[in-house]
C-alpha cells in the first residue's frame, strides 16, 4: 500500500487504484510518481498480464491538482516542464506497455483525467460517470494526448465541441459516440472490469501487445506502409508458443492454454 496509489495483485492483473479521493483523486507530483511506479512494475512482471486501472471513491480523477497551481502576482508557471515530466510520460508509458489496459471509469473524469482513461486500450464507465475536457474553463489546451485522441475517437465536429465548451459529457452518450467501449452499471462496474481484464490477463499477451503497436501505427501510416507492418508483425506473432497452442487446441476442441509469452 502507498499513499496516493493504490495497488492490488489479483492472479495475472494488477489493479491500480488512484488513491486521493478527497481531491477527486486529482493528481500531484507524488501520485504522477506512484503511478508510474506501479505502471513500471506491472510492465516488468511477467507474471501481470492485464492491468486495471480505477479511482478510489466517487471521482475517477479530476486531472491535474490545482491547489498546486495557485501562482503569485507575477510568477510565470511553466506548464510546459510539468508536461514534459509527468503527463507525456504516463501517456506514452500506457500505450506502449506490451500488456492490455483496462480502465474502470467509476465517476467523474475531468481535464488529463478524462485523457487518461482514453489512452487505456478499454475503457468501462459507470452510467453515472462524466467525462469533462475541462482545460478551456482555465484557459488551457486539452493535453495528455486529448487533441489526438478525440478526433480519432468521436471525429472533428464532436472534438472541437468537446474541446471548446468543455461540457460534462456522460458516459452513455460517451458509448455512443465511440469514446468509450461500454456504459455499465455503477454497482457492476469493479466486477465486470475485473472479469474482462481477468479475461484479457488469459490471452496471448505477446499478441495483445503487437495488436496495440499495429493499431497506434495506423494513424500515421498509408495502407502500404501499414500492410507492411502488419506483416512483419504477424510474422512475429506466428513465432509465438500462443499461435501454435491457439491452433492446436481449435483443432482439439478445448479451451487454449495460453502463457502470454513471445518467443
Ligand atoms: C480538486 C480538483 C482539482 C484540486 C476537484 N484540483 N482539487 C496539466 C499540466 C499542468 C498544469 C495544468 O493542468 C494540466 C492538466 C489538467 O488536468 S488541467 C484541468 C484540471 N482539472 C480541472 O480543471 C477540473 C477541476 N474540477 C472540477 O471541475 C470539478 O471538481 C469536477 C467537475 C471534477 C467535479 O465537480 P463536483 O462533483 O461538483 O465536485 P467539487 O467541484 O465540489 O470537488 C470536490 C472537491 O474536490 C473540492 O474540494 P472541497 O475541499 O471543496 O471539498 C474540489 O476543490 C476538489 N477538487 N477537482 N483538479
Excluded at 466517487?58 to 490545482?66: M, S
Excluded at 478524462?114 to 452510467?127: Q, S, T, W
Excluded at 499495429?214 to 501499414?226: E, K
Aim: glycine content about 8%; aromatic content about 6%; hydrophobic content about 45%.
Amino acid at each position: 500500500m502507498t499513499e496516493t496509489v493504490r495497488v492490488e495483485r489479483r492472479g495475472g492483473v494488477h489493479v491500480i487504484t488512484l488513491n486521493r479521493p478527497e481531491k477527486l483523486n486529482a493528481f500531484n507530483e507524488v501520485m504522477h510518481r506512484e503511478l508510474a511506479a506501479a505502471l513500471a512494475a506491472a510492465e516488468a512482471e511477467p507474471d501481470c498480464r492485464a492491468i486495471l486501472l480505477t479511482g478510489a471513491g466517487r471521482a475517477f480523477c479530476a486531472g491535474q491538482d490545482l491547489s498546486d497551481r495557485v501562482f503569485e502576482p507575477g510568477q510565470v508557471p511553466d506548464l510546459s516542464r510539468t508536461i514534459e515530466t509527468f503527463y507525456n510520460p504516463l501517456i506514452r508509458r500506457l500505450r506502449a506497455l506490451p500488456k492490455p489496459v483496462v480502465c474502470a471509469v467509476n465517476g467523474v473524469a475531468a481535464g488529463a483525467g478524462a485523457n487518461i482513461a482514453l489512452a487505456c486500450d478499454i475503457v468501462l464507465a459507470a452510467r453515472s460517470a462524466k467525462f469533462i475536457q475541462a482545460f478551456a474553463k482555465i484557459g488551457l489546451i486539452p493535453d495528455s494526448g486529448g487533441t489526438w485522441f478525440l478526433p480519432q475517437l468521436v471525429g472533428p465536429a464532436r472534438a472541437r465541441g468537446l474541446a471548446m465548451l468543455a461540457e460534462p459529457l456522460g458516459a452513455e452518450q460517451a458509448a455512443n459516440w465511440g469514446l468509450i467501449w461500454k456504459v455499465v452499471d455503477d454497482e457492476n462496474l469493479l466486477t465486470e472490469a475485473n472479469a474482462l481484464a481477468a479475461h484479457l490477463a488469459a490471452q496471448p499477451t505477446h499478441g495483445l501487445a503487437l495488436t496495440k503497436r499495429a493499431l497506434d501505427a495506423a494513424s500515421v501510416n498509408s495502407l502500404d506502409q501499414q500492410l507492411d507492418l502488419e506483416r512483419d508483425l504477424q510474422g512475429e506473432a506466428g513465432r509465438t508458443p500462443d499461435y501454435a497452442e491457439g491452433v492446436k487446441a481449435f483443432m482439439e476442441k478445448r479451451a487454449p492454454n495460453f502463457t502470454g509469452r513471445a518467443a
